[in-house]
């Protein structure tokens, strides 16, 4: 998808700002799976095809920036796209997601996998 409406950002762009601004609005759209693998601490979980439905509960302002995150960066170009669709203004992907992000050493949330006994 390659819409020039939507904004970019990459992920020493998004970092510096989550440094800068703690509130930062960043919403991870993987999948239940995925997010529950890994994810960017203080990022909220809504998959790419129910933000259209769930973004107005949680961010009624239209005007509020709004980061969106994926694995690689392209469900983040879809969600980007409903949300303008749907009015939002600052709308910004995150080119090359959490990938990016991990190969970047910046901080992750891993689900901690319970091992099986050893006899």
Request: hydrophobic letters at 40%; a negative charge.
């Given at each position: 998808?390659?819409?020039?409406?939507?904004?970019?950002?990459?992920v020493?762009?998004?970092?510096?700002?989550?440094?800068?601004?703690?509130?930062?609005?960043?919403?991870?759209?993987?999948?239940?799976?995925?997010w529950?693998?890994?994810?960017?601490?203080?990022?909220?979980?809504?998959?790419?095809?129910?933000?259209?439905?769930?973004?107005?509960?949680?961010?009624?302002?239209?005007?509020?920036?709004?980061?969106?995150?994926?694995?690689?960066?392209?469900?983040?170009?879809?969600?980007?796209?409903s949300?303008?669709?749907?009015?939002?203004?600052?709308?910004y992907?995150?080119?090359?997601g959490i990938?990016?992000?991990?190969?970047?050493?910046?901080?992750?949330?891993?689900?901690?996998?319970?091992?099986?006994?050893?006899?």
């Amino acid at each position: 998808m390659t819409n020039p409406n939507i904004k970019t950002i990459d992920v020493h762009q998004l970092k510096k700002m989550m440094d800068n601004d703690p509130n930062l609005c960043l919403i991870d759209v993987r999948e239940l799976e995925e997010w529950q693998e890994f994810h960017i601490a203080k990022a909220i979980h809504i998959p790419k095809d129910l933000i259209k439905s769930s973004i107005a509960v949680q961010f009624p302002n239209k005007n509020q920036p709004i980061y969106l995150h994926c694995k690689g960066g392209v469900r983040s170009l879809f969600a980007a796209q409903s949300l303008m669709d749907l009015g939002y203004q600052e709308v910004y992907s995150v080119e090359g997601g959490i990938i990016d992000w991990a190969i970047s050493g910046y901080p992750i949330e891993q689900q901690k996998k319970v091992s099986e006994p050893q006899f």
